[in-house]
T-cell receptor, first 113, second 112 residues
Framework: DTAVSQTPKYLVTQMGNDKSIKCEQNLGHDTMYWYKQDSKKFLKIMFSYNNKELIINETVPNRFSPKSPDKAHLNLHINSLELGDSAVYFC????????????FGSGTRLTVV | GENVEQHPSTLSVQEGDSAVIKCTYS??????FPWYKQELGKGPQLIID?????GEKKDQRIAVTLNKTAKHFSLHITETQPEDSAVYFC???????????FGSGTRLSIRP
């Protein structure tokens, strides 16, 4: 199946831990994104990579670090997790920038306890 | 600034009736306006989009309209069905930043 795949789907962890979320797309897209969706469903962009190059880096704590080993993968590493990091994180991809819309993954629900 | 406002936040309509969701954007340079549907436990899915060179676009029961002068755009769903129940997001492309900004979402419920 052609898709944007995220793992894990659910992640429950304690404050202070470090965790990673992985994302892969097999759509041949050249741009990938991380969005955060809070409890009120608001979607906010965090990062964007185009062909492994960081092009968008919103006001996000330094504890969040994206890594793109190739244009089909974009991972998100979070250090020293805090309660406020609890949210659903969505990976998305697009072709030719954002001009043709995104394809989203199914999300990773992160709960920090 | 980068802002997309969406109304209403919740909408309940009788099955078979129409639903309308309205959005406004702030960047006059925006030229691409996608709409996404998010079902429970899933990621947002692109359902229709419109570019600034057209005023209206239809796809079966869904239509979008765009008024560039007023910076308004709307989603119209006709003959609503139970499977239309979801959260709908409007969005606008901010070309200067190559990113899509989302509205705050509308939770649409279809009453049987």
């Amino acid at each position: 199946d052609t898709a944007v795949s995220q793992t894990p789907k659910y992640l429950v962890t304690q404050m202070g831990n470090d965790k990673s979320i992985k994302c892969e797309q097999n759509l041949g897209h050249d741009t990938m994104y991380w969005y955060k969706q809070d409890s009120k469903k608001f979607l906010k962009i965090m990062f964007s990579y185009n062909n492994k190059e960081l092009i968008i880096n919103e006001t996000v704590p330094n504890r969040f670090s994206p890594k793109s080993p190739d244009k089909a993968h974009l991972n998100l590493h979070i250090n020293s997790l805090e309660l406020g990091d609890s949210a659903v994180y969505f990976c998305a991809s697009s072709h030719g920038g954002a001009n043709y819309g995104y394809t989203f993954g199914s999300g990773t629900r992160l709960t920090v306890v | 600034g980068e802002n997309v406002e969406q109304h209403p936040s919740t909408l309940s309509v009788q099955e078979g009736d129409s639903a309308v969701i309205k959005c406004t954007y702030s960047d006059s340079a925006s030229n691409y306006f996608p709409w996404y549907k998010q079902e429970l436990g899933k990621g947002p899915q692109l359902i229709i989009d419109i570019r600034s060179n057209v005023g209206e676009k239809k796809d079966q029961r869904i239509a979008v309209t765009l008024n560039k002068t007023a910076k308004h755009f709307s989603l119209h769903i006709t003959e609503t069905q139970p499977e239309d129940s979801a959260v709908y997001f409007c969005a606008a492309l901010y070309s200067s930043a190559s990113k899509i900004i989302f509205g705050s979402g509308t939770r649409l419920s279809i009453r049987p």
